[in-house]
């Protein structure tokens, strides 16, 4: 469903001496001049597709959610017309469930803001508090269980490595199933700089006592960020959605993230795990049988499908339908695109660095696809890299390729000084590879016009410097937004 996101307007806002403003979508941030807080404005992209990934999965689990609810109705209804039989289960039934997804009757207390052991360990700017069901109105409550309108589940996100904010600001602002976010960074920079940005936006605490104060949408939190994730390990603490984007490997943060989300939310969250222990033992030679080149483990590492391709149309469809509300709608499109098409195969490879093994000149990307569908294999772009290839071909038809491409553009073998070079080279051509233009790579040309990866966005465009900041510790993200 296409709605409308009103974009931010810089027209009535004062700019305090020594900031800059920056506008990006519906938010608008203060940057110093001399910036503490790094802001990487090529993350716009990362961000959109945030925004577009959470507002589909809220929107398709509370539609689940919905159709289970009615069904539940029905069966009420049904038994009350029946002479109202079975009315205590019905009851039961169609019971409404909080945001953890339990109905009331099953939880002593009910959360309305950030658990009060999480709140007081971690210095979350917002107030904490509880209401007891059991002090409730028996009348109000009896209204809430017969309520014949759904009530959605509103999500709860945290995003460990915040910087300015602006990730955050965005969640807040552009996803309409947002109960609050969790903004945290260890700099005491960033996170003066992210309530500033906060206040600015309209997503801070209020004091009014009309209907009653507020802790805001957006809570902010300095601290370490497994330590704030560790707190909200909890079953009744945890949130929805935890947002990662640190400067380097998440890895140190994995296991924080994984235990402070809530359950429903893990998706296959032990596949790592089980495949790691049930895969078969590595090859018994240390020995590469293709190049004679010696074999490094590597691992664990993830074996099952890497993209769940009918939610990545369901984002596609929304991106479609809401293009306007996207400044890098068309790179969304290109890459998602991309990765509904993808095959589900564990590596790529680009045709470049396999010429490079044969020191010959490189066949072009159709050359090389025609050449693997012409043998009868697979064949789609992959995601990670421009240029990339996955395919469901054995690296020995890949190498076999090569080997036939080299009949017509021979190798210099006086230029080759590796053995393993020698090797692929001098082994026969178990297949040889047909490079005619295949028919169906129509399929892929068509779509060349497609934004799929990324494109410097000014000249001399590279990646920031982490900034200095005596600070340099695993819960700081400079390099975040």
């Known amino acids: 469903m296409a709605d409308s996101i009103h974009h931010a307007s810089t027209s009535t806002l004062p700019i305090p001496p020594g900031f800059k403003l920056h506008t990006e979508n519906t938010a608008q941030i203060l940057l110093p001049d001399a910036a503490d807080a790094f802001l990487n404005p090529v993350q716009e992209f990362n961000r959109d597709l945030s925004v577009a990934c959470i507002r589909t999965w809220s929107e398709d689990m509370n539609a689940k959610r919905k159709a289970i609810w009615e069904a539940k109705l029905r069966s009420r209804k049904d038994e009350a017309s029946g002479g109202g039989k079975g009315k205590g289960k019905a009851k039961r039934l169609v019971e409404n469930v909080d945001d953890s997804g339990e109905p009331e009757s099953k939880k002593a207390k009910l959360d309305v803001g950030i658990p009060p052991e999480a709140a007081n360990a971690m210095q979350v700017d917002a107030p904490s508090a509880t209401t007891a069901v059991s002090d409730a109105d028996p009348e109000k409550t009896e209204g809430v269980m017969k309520a014949e309108e759904f009530q959605p589940t509103k999500v709860i ?3 460990a490595l915040s910087a300015t904010g602006l990730r955050s600001i965005r969640y807040a602002k552009e996803i309409p199933l947002v109960k609050y976010v969790i903004a945290n960074d260890l ?23 009309d209907p009653k104060p507020s802790p805001g949408k957006v809570h902010i939190n300095e601290g370490d960020a497994c330590d704030l994730m560790y707190s909200h390990r909890p079953e009744r603490s945890r949130v929805d959605v935890v947002d990662l984007d640190p400067y ?3 890895a140190p943060f994995i296991d924080a993230a994984v235990q402070s989300v809530k359950d429903d939310e893990k998706k296959n969250g032990d596949r790592v795990n089980l495949l790691y222990k049930t895969a078969p033992s590595a090859p018994s030679s240390d020995t590469c049988v293709e190049c004679g080149g010696k074999l490094h483990v590597a691992g664990p590492m993830w074996s099952g499908p890497i993209h769940d391709p009918d939610f990545v149309k369901k984002v596609l469809e929304h991106v479609n339908e809401n293009s306007r509300n996207y400044g890098t709608h068309a790179r969304m499109k290109g890459m998602l695109t991309v990765a509904s098409e993808e095959l589900d195969e564990p590596f790529y490879f680009t045709p470049a660095k396999v010429a490079s093994h044969f020191h010959c000149e490189c066949p072009s990307l159709d050359e090389t696809a025609s050449a693997i569908l012409n043998a009868g294999y697979k064949i789609s772009r992959s995601h990670a890299s421009a240029g990339s290839l996955k395919t469901n071909a054995p690296q020995s038809f890949v190498h076999d390729l090569m080997r036939t491409w080299i009949l017509d553009h021979p190798a210099r073998m006086d230029k080759i000084k590796d053995e393993a070079s ?3 080279l001098n082994k026969p051509i178990g297949t040889k590879a047909d490079f005619t233009r295949h028919p ?6 068509n779509k060349v016009k497609l934004v799929r990866y990324q494109v410097n966005p000014q000249p001399n465009w590279g990646p920031g410097a982490r900034p200095d900041n005596k600070k340099k510790k695993k819960g700081r993200s400079p390099a975040a937004e």
């Open 157 to 159: 996100i945290l995003e």
């Open 422 to 424: 020698k090797t692929l």
């Open 440 to 445: 169906g790579l129509e399929a892929i040309s």
């Open 248 to 250: 380097g490997t998440a």
């Open 187 to 209: 700099s005491s920079a960033a996170t003066a700089a992210m309530r500033r940005n906060v206040e600015l936006n309209g997503l801070g605490p209020t004091d009014a006592p």
